[in-house]
């Protein structure tokens, strides 16, 4: 079972290799082949043609010979899933679309890829359906570059060609893909902008989280910058850019903050962390659970230089009825708060 399935997470690769002393000659396709287990010559050939494929800090052909002592990294996009796609007519909301990449803005409560326990109805079963339909092309599909959870909303980034999907892996692995997402957190947080940065990995006792760990110690680098957009005392508006896109990095680095998301459940968010005792607010806390029941998380925009024509595209999204709903009641309060 993958607890996971429906993560939030960057989906590359990032292999580092030095070559032997006693290395002969040998084409850096044939060397990766021997290196990286299931790695098919036509994947490594499309990381080469898309600059990912560095010696010494620069970029190679598939045809450099490798030489002894040579420092080689590789970003690859990550092999897909076992998991059969059943093609299904789901209402999506395209943001854009041309015959290279596709952006679309998710509702709250699909998970991105078919898994254990959701086979069907996720993105996509939808986005699968959607290609063929389009294109006539029964073996059409899309290529993940990312994926966001099941509970937060918004736009997402997907290849239509094997191609587009290499290339794009490597622009999130540059980290020159801009990602902004508005957040609701407990809490009103002391400074007006910062960066969180911490190694993220599974929380030992409890492996659907993640939890950071102090620097070095175990998990994967992870930066998170932030900044207040409004203050209503119990809980902050804030707006979080990703630097890398770990799995619940935003989730888990705001809880490692003590300002977990608002209503969300695996990161304690659900309870009333922040306010006053009487009937009347845990009251208004509850409603606003029930209008928003899932984290206060929305992925807002998305920046990026286009993987084939190298156009920078940047797209915005408005934020959900739901959790604008809560935002809403949240003004609403602090203005009778004041009276």
Partial sequence: MDEFN???QDLFEHYRFVADPGQGPLRIDKYLMGKIQNASRNKIQQAAAAGSILVNDKTVKQNYKVRP???ITIVLTEPPRDTEIIPEDISLDIVFEDEHILLVNKAAGMVVHP?????????????TYYLR???????AQPYLVHRIDKDTSGIM????????????AKEFFDHTIERKYTALVWGDMEEDAGTISGHLGRHKNNRK???????????????????????FGYV???????ETGRTHQIRAHLKYMKHPLFNDAA?????ILKGTTFTRYRQFIKNCFALLPRQALHARSLGLDHPITGEHLFFDSELPEDMQAVIDKWEHYVVHQKE
């Fill in 133 to 139: 339909e389009q294109s006539g092309d029964e073996d």
């Fill in 115 to 127: 898994a254990y326990a959701n086979f069907t109805g996720t993105l996509v079963n939808a986005l």
């Fill in 209 to 231: 989280v993640m939890t950071v760990y102090p620097e070095g110690e175990t998990g994967k680098h992870a930066i998170t910058h932030w900044k207040v957009l409004k203050r």
């Fill in 236 to 242: 902050t508006l804030i707006e979080c850019q990703l």
């Fill in 6 to 8: 429906d993560q939030e």
């Fill in 267 to 271: 990161y304690g968010g659900d309870q």
């Fill in 69 to 71: 002592g040579d420092v």
């Fill in 157 to 168: 980034l997907v290849a239509k060609t094997e191609v587009a999907q290499t290339k794009l």
